[in-house]
C-alpha cells in the first residue's frame, strides 16, 4: 500500500527534524507537512530537510488557522494523489513513530480506519497531570455516549485512514477546528458504516514546546458533541415517524 502521513505544525522547531527522521526509519511513508507560518521557523526546517530526504513535502500555509484547518488542507491535496492510506499524527512525540507499522497492519487486515488508542487495553497516558486525565477520559465517554460511536478514543490524531474512506466522509465539507475535527471524522465514519478499529498506544506528553490545548478548545468540543448528538436524535426520530 502506498502511504502518507498528514502532519500539521506550528511551534514544533525542536522537534520536526527528529520527528521526521524517526518516522521514515519507522515506516516506508511519504510525509506532507502542513505548517501554519510558525515563528520559530518549523516550516523551514522541514523543507531544508526535505531537500536531503525524499518523500517530505511542506506546504507553508499564512497564518495560524488551526488544526482542523490544517488537516482539510492537507487531506484536500493527498486525496487527489495515488494513496492507499492516509495517516495522521501529531508533530510533538506524543505518539511513537515506531506504532505507525501497526496502524499500517489494521489496514492491511480489513479496517477502514485505525485510531492509535490511549483507552484501549494495552494503551496508557504518560506524564499527564491528574485533572487532564479525568477530563479526556470524561470528554471521550460523553461524546461516545452523546453520539452512539465505538472508538474509546475519539480525539486521539493518530490514525490511518484508507484513501476511498477518507474521501467518501468529505473532510473538505466539516466544519470545526481543534480536536472536535477528529470527532467529526469519526462521527461521519460511523454514519457510513466504517469499520473503525483501536490499537493500543502511550501517549506521552510533550517534552519540548508548549501545549496547543486550551479552555476554549475543550468547550468547542463539547459544545459541538452536543449540538451533533441533537441533531442526530431529531434526525431518528424523523426517520421513525416516516
Same mark, same amino acid.
Not at 47 to 75: C, M, N, T, W
Not at 101 to 126: C, K, M, Q, T
Given at each position: 500500500?502506498?502511504a ?13 527534524? /527528529? ?10 511513508v ?8 510558525? /515563528? ?6 522541514a ?35 495515488d ?10 512525540f ?7 507499522p ?16 490511549r ?9 499527564? /497531570? ?11 465517554t460523553?461524546?461516545r ?5 465505538s /472508538? ?14 477518507l474521501?467518501?466522509?468529505?473532510p ?21 458504516g466504517?469499520r ?10 510533550r517534552?519540548?514546546?508548549?501545549s ?11 459544545l ?7 441533531a442526530?436524535?431529531?434526525a431518528?426520530m ?5
Amino acid at each position: 500500500m502506498r502511504a502518507v502521513l498528514v502532519l500539521p505544525t506550528y511551534q514544533e522547531g525542536s522537534n520536526i527534524e /527528529p520527528l521526521l527522521r524517526a518516522v521514515r526509519e519507522a515506516a516506508d511513508v511519504d510525509i506532507l507537512v502542513v505548517d501554519d507560518d510558525s /515563528p520559530d521557523g518549523t516550516g523551514r526546517i522541514a523543507e531544508a530537510l526535505g531537500a536531503q530526504l525524499d518523500g517530505i513535502r511542506v506546504v507553508h500555509r499564512p497564518g495560524k488557522a488551526g488544526l482542523g484547518s490544517a488537516y482539510r488542507d492537507g487531506f484536500d491535496r493527498v486525496l487527489g494523489e495515488d494513496y492507499d492510506v492516509v495517516l495522521s499524527m501529531d508533530a510533538d512525540f506524543s505518539h511513537d513513530p515506531a506504532v505507525l507499522p501497526d496502524l499500517l497492519a489494521a489496514i492491511e487486515n480489513g479496517a477502514d480506519a485505525v485510531i492509535g488508542s490511549r483507552y484501549v487495553p494495552g494503551g496508557s497516558v504518560v506524564n499527564w /497531570p491528574p485533572h487532564r486525565r479525568l477530563l479526556s477520559r470524561w470528554g471521550n465517554t460523553y461524546t461516545r455516549a452523546v453520539l452512539h460511536i465505538s /472508538p474509546r478514543d475519539c480525539t486521539s490524531g493518530y490514525r490511518a485512514y484508507r484513501a476511498d474512506t477518507l474521501k467518501a466522509i468529505d473532510p473538505a465539507s466539516t466544519d470545526a477546528e481543534g480536536y472536535a475535527f477528529l470527532t467529526e471524522l469519526a462521527r461521519r465514519m460511523t454514519r457510513q458504516g466504517a469499520r473503525i478499529d483501536e490499537v493500543p498506544i502511550t501517549f506521552r506528553d510533550r517534552e519540548h514546546g508548549r501545549s496547543k490545548m486550551s479552555a476554549r478548545i475543550v468547550f468547542e468540543s463539547m459544545l459541538l458533541v452536543t449540538r451533533w448528538g441533537i441533531a442526530d436524535g431529531i434526525a431518528a426520530m424523523r426517520r421513525d415517524a416516516s
